[in-house]
């Protein structure tokens, strides 16, 4: 049951295939994902749970990674930002963002991504006002909100007629 | 200073029974980690004394809201989310689901719990207040077996608890007798999201015949614990609220509160926000009067 200073394997579901990795129960899920899968995408801005950079979906629900001690995401099902794209096909998020000019730095922008993908799959005709709430945890420090918000209108506007 | 993960042990039993035979084993040497909303917080920071943690997240037995004809029992491990998306909640406690709704943002509030926030013991937590002003019941569990306790008497001084080292809480009870209340939350703070409040406030009123037949005031970020005004409440019940009972009223709330300067605001400052948010809510409460 003892676990200091052994690394457990530990299965997770991440972009659909199943990973094992042998980490520390209390190792964030962000740096298992960043550093041993490889998956840089979500980004560690404050690390304390304020900024939504490392947003990821664990089980379906918006998460700041940074919170999340690996051993919790035993057998869940991660989505990175990585997992959205179909091949060479963005996800209608993605191409929005393109589209409206809703990155700059883009250190923001996955988590931002991720928290939209989770309001829109609650909430198929959000308006600027559930934007707005449902981003409210990922800030953005270079653009202002206006065109993240629109890219997200933009997404879910094509998603409804899709 | 980042903590560094192997010092730390952490375990995942997949049972309560389980985790509370440990902790009755070795009684205040593991902490409880649920979704780590304030924990993981700490051990970023290279803060947490703790170096032995055992995992409460989604246990089955914590995270179910039960409702009967006279209560709802809403167990520990319930996230902030289950409460926004409860229809009885909602309906019945809505001060509950307003502190749930503007507690951290999305992600925070899918993993945060309310047992988690009772524990942790903020002064500054959004949702407790609105379980002072319920009344709360909370249902503790040992290997000792189960007690209950009002959460008026929980917290016993600043991160002070009556919880004993070998407990969990397990559910927090809530009476279904407060339809046809008026309620009346506010948080005040630099943004709803992701902001920490200078000060939080839920209330809930009645009125008949014209006077105030119940009232109940709670605040946070004013004193070392979740405050209820009861000097404040005694002040208004069984009378008409008028402008004279209402500066009254300001006047003994301010009394009341031992607000600090911190980061976040000044004493001055939260001491002028009680008052006013007092005076809002008894305006609030008699327009609900006269119009009912």
């Given at each position: 049951m003892r676990n200091l200073g052994a690394q457990p394997e530990i299965t997770l579901t991440v972009n659909g295939e199943e990973k094992m990795v042998r980490a520390y129960p209390m190792e964030r899920l962000l740096d298992v994902l960043r550093h041993q899968l490889g998956l840089t995408g979500a980004k560690e801005g404050c690390?304390?749970?304020?900024?939504?950079?490392c947003s990821v979906l664990m089980d379906g629900a918006l998460v700041n990674s940074c919170l999340v001690p690996v051993l919790q995401a035993q057998g869940a099902k991660i989505t990175t930002i990585e997992g959205l794209a179909q091949g060479p096909l963005l996800h209608q998020l993605q191409q929005a963002f393109l589209d409206c000019g809703g990155a700059q730095c883009g250190i923001c922008t996955p988590g931002i991504i991720m928290a939209a993908c989770h309001l829109l799959a609650r909430t198929t005709r959000p308006t600027r006002e559930q934007i707005n709430q449902g981003l409210s945890g990922n800030l953005c420090r270079c653009t202002g909100y206006t065109q993240i918000c629109e890219a997200v209108a933009q997404a879910a506007a094509q998603g409804r007629a899709e | 200073m980042r903590s560094d993960p192997s010092d730390y042990e952490l375990i995942a039993p997949d049972s309560l029974s389980a985790v509370v035979s440990l902790l009755a084993q070795q009684p205040g040497e593991w902490l409880p980690i649920a979704g780590g909303t304030d924990v993981m917080v700490q051990y970023a920071a290279g803060?947490?004394?703790?170096?032995k943690l055992v995992s409460l997240w989604n246990l089955p037995e914590l995270r179910q809201i039960e409702v009967s004809p006279v209560d709802v029992l809403i167990g520990a491990g319930s996230t902030y989310t289950d409460l926004r998306e409860h229809t009885v909640v909602g309906g019945e406690f809505p001060l509950l689901a307003n502190a749930a709704q503007w507690t951290g943002a999305i992600a925070n509030q899918n993993r945060g719990t309310v047992g988690g926030n009772i524990v942790n013991a903020s002064p500054a937590a959004d949702s407790l207040p609105a379980l002072l002003v319920y009344e709360a019941e909370l249902i503790l569990v040992s290997a000792r077996g189960e007690r209950r306790v009002s959460y008026l008497n929980f917290?016993?001084?600043?991160?002070?608890?009556?919880?004993?080292?070998?407990?969990?809480?397990r559910a927090v009870r809530l009476e279904r007798r407060f339809a046809g209340y008026f309620a009346y939350s506010r948080k005040v703070g630099?943004?709803?999201?992701?902001a920490i409040s200078k000060v939080c406030i839920a209330a809930l009123g009645k009125i008949a015949g014209g006077v105030v037949e119940d009232i109940r005031i709670a605040v946070g970020s004013v004193a070392p614990t979740p405050l209820r005004l009861r000097d404040t409440e005694r002040t208004v019940k069984g009378k008409a609220v008028d402008v004279a009972l209402v500066d009254q009223a300001r006047q003994v709330a301010i009394s009341e509160i031992h607000p600090i300067d911190d980061i976040r605001s000044t004493s001055a400052y939260r001491s002028a926000v009680v008052a006013n948010l007092v005076a809002e809510f008894l305006l609030g409460l008699n327009a609900r009067g006269k119009g009912a």
């Open positions: 690390g304390e749970g304020e900024c939504g950079s | 803060k947490l004394p703790a170096r917290h016993t001084g600043y991160k002070k608890t009556l919880l004993a080292p070998d407990e969990l809480i630099a943004r709803n999201a992701q």
